[in-house]
């Protein structure tokens, strides 16, 4: 008889990096974040870019968050994560922007997430940023993988640059 595979849901589960700590544990072995992947939803919908938006209540997400705790240099557009609730409440007021000069800091990149980001604790952001990072996006910046395993390693996780 097959067993049913194990379903962890979503970054934002109480109890979540407990959970796969114990299902992924192996002594002296750090989890790595490609396996975590096949249980757990990115928590990044979709992305957009927005002229003056209005910040506030809002947290750092994607490069702004690792720019944030780790030496990751961080572009002018900052990264925000706003909830898809939040995105509907402000997106008839907001100017959306397709074309942008790199050196623009009045555009800033917005990811929309199921849930409001700034609910998580710290070690459920950390897991949740480095979930919402595609594997394209790891393999176009390698940087991004160094800073993910500086905020990762001390709850136990690890991105192998190997499997991306």
């Known amino acids: 008889m097959a067993t049913e595979p194990m379903r962890f849901g979503m970054v934002n589960?109480?109890?979540?990096?407990?959970?796969?700590?114990?299902?992924?544990?192996?002594?002296g072995h750090l989890v790595e974040l490609y396996d975590v992947k096949k249980y757990v939803s990115?928590?990044?919908l979709f992305d957009l870019m927005i002229r003056a938006l209005p910040a506030d209540g809002l947290v750092h997400v994607g490069d702004?968050?690792?720019?944030?705790?780790?030496?990751?240099?961080?572009?002018?557009q900052r990264t925000y994560g706003i909830s898809l609730h939040g995105w509907k409440s402000i997106q008839a007021e907001v100017e959306l922007v397709?074309?942008?000069?790199?050196?623009?800091?009045?555009?800033?990149?917005?990811?929309?997430?199921?849930?409001d980001p700034a609910?998580?604790?710290?070690?459920?952001?950390?897991l949740a940023v480095a979930l919402s990072y595609t594997a394209a996006e790891l393999y176009a910046e390698p940087r991004i993988v160094g800073s993910l395993n500086d905020i990762l390693n001390e709850l136990g996780f690890w991105v192998d640059p190997e499997r991306y």
């Open 13 to 27: 589960r109480n109890g979540l990096i407990d959970d796969l700590s114990s299902y992924f544990y192996k002594e």
């Open 42 to 44: 990115s928590p990044r």
């Open 64 to 76: 702004s968050f690792l720019d944030k705790r780790t030496m990751l240099g961080d572009w002018p």
């Open 98 to 115: 397709d074309a942008f000069h790199m050196n623009d800091s009045t555009v800033s990149k917005v990811q929309v997430w199921p849930f």
């Open 119 to 126: 609910s998580l604790p710290e070690d459920a952001a950390r």
